[in-house]
């Protein structure tokens, strides 16, 4: 806990861009401005507290910008800033230009560095959990993961169709490094006949047999999603000769053992650009305003989040401490009406 009231506060997104991110820099620079701080913005995640790369924000600098994809601060991930000479030159800049909270909207790389600055500055710092991925420990969600499964679940419906009318099997790797709420939410949203997440284990003879009962009762088309950390793992081939690391493979590999006519579709950064949903703004505005109440309160080392509807400080080593469990229900839900 800080004792002192603090009078400048810096904001950084950094890691991999989220849509919300904008919302989340718009309602922390007007929740400052409004108790009275000032507010500067870093550009380009921790790049810009080592290299002082940075703008003042005031109110009409973040207008206009809560409809908007990417982050007006741009992102980074910097590999000086993982050194502690980095973390020192960062921790000298931020004494220099005299903030006193660091607001750090990213993911668990993110977060992680914002720790690590602590064991160079004495400032405050407080995390709001900015990734599409979702797996950040301690809160139930993260800014971006719903636009996130938006764009994915409009773009496999168009896959849909042609699947439908070719009468093909298609795989559609999505993003959500080694976690699976990205693809569990999407096959829930798109009425996937599979789902692969890296949090289970599966059996690419019992996935193949799976296929093909449901051609046998009728089934024009087929949507297996795909985290991609399933196939960054790697996937045993039917013969356990080799692992497949790659999605066109794995769509070969099993038209080849069913004579399938089998395509795969990796999605890609689409899912990390575009306007923000409503929730995802709602989120990122909440959490904003909430993060610079509770820097104003003294907390520091926290995120915040939400759990249950209830807005929460989560310390911030707890964010990555243990994996974020993907709700089995979920996964009952998606099995039960595929
Ligand atoms: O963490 C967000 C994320 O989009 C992951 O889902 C993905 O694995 C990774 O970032 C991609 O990173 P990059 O943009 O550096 O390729």
Request: glycine letters at 10%.
């Amino acid at each position: 806990m800080a004792d002192r009231r603090p009078r400048k506060v810096g904001i950084l997104t950094s890691g991999g861009d989220a849509p919300g991110m904008n919302a989340a820099i718009r309602a922390i620079t007007r929740t400052a401005l409004k108790e009275g701080l000032s507010v500067i913005g870093f550009y380009r995640g921790y790049e810009g507290v080592v290299n002082k790369h940075y703008t003042e924000l005031e109110r009409k600098s973040v207008a206009n910008i809560v409809q908007r994809g990417g982050t007006i601060l741009r992102s980074a991930r910097c590999a000086e800033f993982m050194t502690p000479a980095g973390r020192d030159k960062a921790a000298d800049n931020l004494r220099e230009l005299g903030v006193d909270v660091l607001f750090v909207i990213g993911g668990d790389g993110s977060l992680k560095g914002a720790l690590a600055l602590r064991e160079h500055w004495d400032g405050q710092v407080i995390g709001l959990p900015g990734t599409i991925d979702n797996d950040l420990d301690g809160t139930d969600y993260t800014i971006g993961y719903f636009t996130a499964l938006d764009t994915a679940v409009h773009a496999i419906d168009k896959v849909r169709d042609t699947a439908d009318a070719f009468e093909r099997i298609f795989l559609v790797e999505v993003m959500g490094r080694m976690a699976g709420f990205i693809a569990l939410g999407v096959g829930i949203g798109c009425g996937a006949e599979e789902v692969l997440v890296p949090e289970r284990d599966f059996e690419l003879r019992s996935l193949i047999n799976r296929i093909q009962d449901s051609r046998a009762t009728g089934k024009l088309s087929c949507i297996i999603v795909v985290a991609e950390g399933v196939v960054h793992r790697g996937v045993k081939s039917l013969d356990e000769r080799i692992t497949i690391h790659d999605s066109s493979m794995l769509a070969k590999e099993i038209q080849r053992e069913t004579g399938l006519d089998s395509r795969a579709v990796i999605l890609g950064h689409i899912q990390r650009g575009g306007n923000p949903a409503a929730l995802d703004r709602m989120l990122a505005s909440m959490l904003g305003t909430y993060a610079v109440e509770a820097a104003l309160k003294g907390e520091t080392d926290v995120m915040a989040g939400i759990h249950a509807q209830k807005r929460c400080l989560v310390p911030l080593a707890e964010t990555w401490a243990e994996r974020k469990s993907l709700d089995d229900f979920m996964l009952h839900v998606q099995h039960t009406l595929a």
